[in-house]
Antibody, heavy 119, light 110 residues
Framework: QVQLVESGAEVKKPGASVMLSCKAS????????LHWVRQAPGQGLEWMGM????????TYAQKFQGRVTMTRDTSTSTVYMELSSLTSEDTAVYYC????????????WGQGTMVTVSS | QSALTQPRSVSGSPGQSVTISCTGT?????????VSWYQHHPGKAPKLMIY???KWPSGVPDRFSGSKSGNTASLAISGLQAEDEADYYC??????????FGGGTKLTVL
């Protein structure tokens, strides 16, 4: 079946970087955008950026520009999201999500990865 | 971009109807009819409930319906059921391959 499987929980110190992965299966990897969305404790969903697996182009939310990098490996149908210069405010659950309906909505979501930033 | 504005909470009794609003600016909605709604139970992945303002993905009951007028989108839920209790988020395409979510609304089924 169509699914996105994310990497496991991470604990990082302030100032460090974290790289998360999202492995797609059950569909043509290059046919749908992949997005990253996060939810900090007690907060709402926040769109971080997207990657087009076909050519690798990316768009990032202004808030994260300069600090986030999204890449993909088409041989393994995996998308990566690296976030640098972590602070406690980056403590959150991070989701990857597949684009749907002309890529304008998100129909399949990963299980979420908890990232904790703490000294 | 600022988050789209949603009420923090709404409530209703089983069988009743509720509506959740989602307000933005013309730049948030970008003049596009690409508003989607997500149901989010704590500890689970969000679920797509409505896309392109008013369309249903496969498997979503038609008790859920969406609409948009000007810079306000709405999600209506009729025949409330206990399992509808969750957080609901609107999301809009904002142009230039960017998206923005609403702040979220907690639905309580009394």
């Amino acid at each position: 079946q169509v699914q996105l499987v994310e990497s496991g929980a991470e604990v990082k110190k302030p100032g460090a970087s974290v790289m998360l992965s999202c492995k797609a299966s059950g569909y043509a990897f290059t046919s749908h955008y992949l997005h990253w969305v996060r939810q900090a404790p007690g907060q709402g969903l926040e769109w971080m950026g997207m990657l087009n697996p076909f050519g690798g182009s990316t768009t990032y939310a202004q808030k994260f520009q300069g600090r986030v990098t999204m890449t993909r490996d088409t041989s393994t149908s995996t998308v990566y999201m690296e976030l640098s210069s972590l602070t406690s405010e980056d403590t959150a659950v991070y989701y990857c999500a597949r684009g749907f309906s002309g890529e304008m909505a998100f129909d399949i979501w990963g299980q979420g990865t908890m990232v904790t930033v703490s000294s | 971009q600022s988050a789209l504005t949603q009420p923090r909470s709404v409530s209703g009794s089983p069988g009743q109807s509720v509506t959740i609003s989602c307000t933005g600016t013309s730049s948030d909605f970008g003049g596009y009819n690409y508003v989607s709604w997500y149901q989010h139970h704590p500890g689970k992945a969000p679920k797509l409930m409505i896309y392109d303002v008013s369309k249903w993905p496969s498997g979503v009951p038609d008790r859920f319906s969406g609409s948009k007028s000007g810079n306000t989108a709405s999600l209506a839920i009729s025949g409330l059921q206990a399992e509808d209790e969750a957080d609901y988020y609107c999301c809009s395409y904002a142009g230039s391959y960017t998206w923005v979510f609403g702040g979220g609304t907690k639905l309580t089924v009394l």
